[in-house]
T-cell receptor, first 111, second 111 residues
Framework: KQEVTQIPAALSVPEGENLVLNCSFTDSAIYNLQWFRQDPGKGLTSLLLIQSSQREQTSGRLNASLDKSSGRSTLYIAASQPGDSATYLCAVMASSYKLIFGSGTRLLVRP | SQTIHQWPATLVQPVGSPLSLECTVEGTSNPNLYWYRQAAGRGLQLLFYSVGIGQISSEVPQNLSASRPQDRQFILSSKKLLLSDSGFYLC??????????FGQGTRLTVV
């Protein structure tokens, strides 16, 4: 059974700091991994999608990497801003199209 | 472009009453469709997913059921709500093994 874990559960950093969020999964037989952002009381916004054949994806200040063999992904946020404060979730998609989520990392960027 | 609609945004229902939440997708055909529940401060629990009309996979045996009467319509139902059914319900879609997109969610409070 696929399990997805995110560390840390919560993170508080001063504005301008670079930070790394971690995601690990137990079954490496995935088709893709996706990072999402969720603001309080809202739905999820897709940030980055990494297909299983890819190693990383970049969008602006965000960079996500994938090491499928070790079951790990990281989301790197450069020069963090207060507007980056949100919960960040990763999810993996299996061959059955099942999409399994981690429990998320709550990020607070202090001005 | 593709859009996903989920309604209502909020719902307050008494214990023992029925439930029907609807999700529709526009601008695509044969999407994978998903229902998730999110408890306060927690990750997303996959409830049901569907890869085609009439095909429903249930992940968590409970007081809920799902149906897909049309290609781009996914309905979450209950005959009798329990207090434990309270939560934030999210619908999502994806096209094959590609990026998943979420609706804005329904906050259900069972009283």
């Amino acid at each position: 059974k696929q399990e997805v874990t995110q560390i840390p559960a919560a993170l508080s950093v001063p504005e301008g700091e670079n930070l790394v969020l971690n995601c690990s999964f137990t079954d490496s037989a995935i088709y893709n991994l996706q990072w999402f952002r969720q603001d309080p009381g809202k739905g999820l916004t897709s940030l980055l999608l990494i297909q299983s054949s890819q190693r990383e994806q970049t969008s602006g200040r965000l960079n996500a990497s994938l090491d499928k063999s070790s079951g790990r992904s990281t989301l790197y946020i450069a020069a963090s801003q207060p507007g980056d404060s949100a919960t960040y979730l990763c999810a993996v998609m299996a061959s059955s199209y099942k999409l399994i989520f981690g429990s998320g990392t709550r990020l607070l960027v202090r001005p | 472009s593709q859009t996903i609609h989920q309604w209502p945004a909020t719902l307050v229902q008494p214990v023992g009453s029925p439930l029907s939440l609807e999700c529709t997708v526009e601008g695509t055909s044969n999407p994978n469709l998903y229902w998730y529940r999110q408890a306060a401060g927690r990750g997303l629990q996959l409830l049901f997913y569907s890869v085609g009309i009439g095909q429903i996979s249930s992940e968590v045996p409970q007081n809920l059921s799902a149906s897909r009467p049309q290609d781009r319509q996914f309905i979450l139902s209950s005959k009798k709500l329990l207090l434990s059914d309270s939560g934030f319900y999210l619908c999502a879609w994806s096209a094959g093994f590609t990026e998943a997109f979420f609706g804005q969610g329904t906050r259900l409070t069972v009283v």
